[in-house]
């Protein structure tokens, strides 16, 4: 959807910003939650369900459990991700997905938020997935092999 609005496929609208920046947390928030569990099981403790939406709380739980399951993976890239999120995290949970918070009041966009460049958003904080994704693939790989030893 992002590449349809920058490419000129789909008319440049308030409309698509805030749902895709929702669903892009959302997506981040679950990678997260699955690598905490791919990283306990690596680590051979019993893989416990993260609840809320905490994406820092994830982060702070993932890192070291990265850190200890991939020892020998540089960990450069870690500080990066930790700015990134803290950036999305300033976004209210509720932002682009519903009109109203749980108590019902207007969920209201968030001065710095106002306006979203797609292209920037895309470029800057779309590295995200593609980190988060190959340390899932990676504990993924590494789980799988360890069933055939």
């Known amino acids: 959807m992002v590449d349809a609005v920058l490419d000129g496929h789909a008319p440049m609208s308030d409309f698509y910003v805030y ?4 669903l892009y ?5 679950l990678q997260l ?3 905490i569990i791919l990283a306990q099981k690596l680590l051979g403790k019993v893989p416990r369900r993260e609840l809320g939406h905490d ?6 739980t993932a890192r070291p459990l990265i850190e200890q399951a991939l020892p020998d993976e540089p960990r450069q890239e ?5 700015e990134y999120l803290k950036t999305i995290e ?5 932002f682009g997905r519903y009109p109203v918070d749980i108590e019902g009041r207007w969920v209201k966009v968030p001065h710095e938020f106002e306006t979203i460049n797609l292209k920037t958003l895309k470029q800057a904080i779309g590295r ?5 994704g190959g340390v899932s693939n ?6 799988s092999h360890r069933d055939w030893q």
Request: hydrophobic share 45%.
């Open 19 to 22: 749902p895709l920046v929702a």
């Open 25 to 29: 947390r959302h997506h981040v928030e």
């Open 33 to 35: 939650k699955h690598i």
């Open 55 to 60: 994406l820092m709380k994830f982060w702070e």
């Open 78 to 82: 870690h500080d990066l991700v930790q």
């Open 90 to 94: 300033r976004m209210p949970y509720d």
């Open 128 to 132: 995200l997935p593609y980190f988060l």
């Open 138 to 143: 990676y504990m993924d790989e590494l789980e």
